[in-house]
């Protein structure tokens, strides 16, 4: 079983930075990749970035290129990633979700559903204009 916890959201002003962190533990498996989706009141949910364990090869949506990094720590082992958010905007307002697969979707990670893929409860992000 793999459980993955997000901390870190909060409130902040438009403009402003949020990190947000992830732990991911896989007592019998390897995680593979880990992300991040964002899912804002009556709206789907869209992915955000993602990172490769093996290399820290990243993807990012397109509107959050630039704006957010995902990294993870050096030791590869501990499965944390984190979400460097800056320049954010009301629009970025959204419960965030980490995700951890035990094997990579490359192009295809901004799909939610994936049978190997483990979800946290989500973080909430609240940006103020």
């Known amino acids: 079983q793999v459980e993955v916890a997000e901390s870190g959201g909060g409130s902040v002003e438009a403009g402003g930075s949020l990190r947000l962190s992830c732990a991911a533990s896989?007592?019998?498996?390897?995680?593979?990749?880990m992300g991040w989706f964002r899912q804002a009141p009556g709206k789907e949910r869209e992915g955000v970035a993602y990172i490769k364990v093996v290399n820290d090869y990243t993807y990012y949506a397109d509107s959050m290129r630039g704006r957010f990094t995902i990294s993870q720590a050096q030791d590869k082992a501990k499965n944390t990633a984190s979400l460097q958010m800056n320049s954010l905007k009301p629009e970025d307002a959204a419960v965030y979700f980490c995700?951890?697969?035990?094997?990579?979707?490359?192009?295809?990670?901004?799909?939610?559903?994936?049978?190997?893929?483990?979800w946290g409860q989500g973080t909430q992000v609240t940006v103020s204009s």
């Open positions: 896989a007592p019998a498996s390897r995680i593979a990749c």
């Open positions: 995700l951890a697969d035990l094997v990579c979707r490359d192009r295809s990670w901004d799909t939610p559903d994936w049978a190997l893929r483990y």
